[in-house]
């Protein structure tokens, strides 16, 4: 069974930077896809990157492109979001969901949530 | 990107109740289809994959059935549990993935 932990909440200035994290346990990291999928106050989903770990590749979606940088350190079996220049419209539940490389949009296990809000 | 429209926004049910929602693609997605639930306050679960398949741990009073554009989920025997809101998402080569807005099913 996988788990997918993540960091806690956050609060954030416009302009500063935020890095949310993810730990996966249970299954093999190295078979796995994983990405940050975010819900603003009270709307849908909206998918924002993911990144296969065992081939280094990484895909953003095109808003976010130029101010989000996704990682993974597989000695942990973690990943990272790193979103800068916040603004009050990242304000979100950014949640983590794994998928398997073969399947890599079926998001199979989820985290927790991690609220992350931005205000002056 | 592909465009995910579900229908209805919202509907009002009974348990028991069969309950039928729709999502329409912008392009041909094949059978890439998924449906996720989200009980407020959590994480969405994964109900159904590749348009029809059940996930493991979900409960068969869900099926989805659908091809190319359009796609449906059927909810029979309505339980408690199930009143909550609703998301297909495209699973298809083509990045990014993306989501419909969403269909609540409150209590009636």
């Known amino acids: 069974q996988v788990q997918l932990m993540q960091s806690g909440a956050e609060v954030k200035k416009p302009g500063s930077s935020v890095k949310v994290s993810c730990k996966s346990s249970?299954?093999?990291?190295?078979?796995?896809?994983f990405n940050w999928v975010r819900q603003a106050p009270g709307q849908g989903l909206e998918w924002v990157a993911g990144i296969i770990p065992r081939f280094g590749t990484t895909n953003y979606a095109a808003k976010f492109r130029d101010r989000l940088t996704m990682t993974a350190d597989e000695s942990t079996n973690s990943v990272y979001m790193d979103l800068n220049s916040l603004k009050s419209e990242d304000t979100a539940v950014y949640f983590c969901?794994?998928?398997?490389?073969?399947?890599?949009?079926?998001?199979?296990?989820w985290g927790q949530g991690t609220v992350v809000t931005v205000s002056s | 990107d592909i465009q995910m429209t579900q229908s209805p926004s919202s509907l009002s049910a009974s348990v028991g109740d069969r309950v039928t929602i729709t999502c329409r693609a912008s392009?041909?997605?094949?059978?890439?289809l998924n449906w996720y639930r989200q009980k407020p306050g959590k994480a969405p679960d994964l109900l159904i994959h590749?348009?029809?398949s059940l996930q493991g741990g979900a409960a068969s009073r869900f099926s989805g059935s659908g091809s190319g554009t359009n796609f449906t989920l059927t909810i029979s025997n309505l339980q408690s549990e199930d009143f909550a809101t609703y998301y297909c998402?495209?699973?298809?080569?083509?990045?990014?993935?993306?989501f419909g807005q969403g269909t609540t099913v409150e209590i009636k």
């Open positions: 249970g299954g093999d990291f190295r078979f796995y896809a």
């Open positions: 969901a794994k998928a398997d490389i073969a399947t890599p949009g079926t998001f199979d296990y």
């Open positions: 590749d348009t029809s």
């Open positions: 998402q495209q699973s298809y080569t083509t990045l990014p993935w993306t």
């Open positions: 392009h041909n997605i094949g059978t890439s």
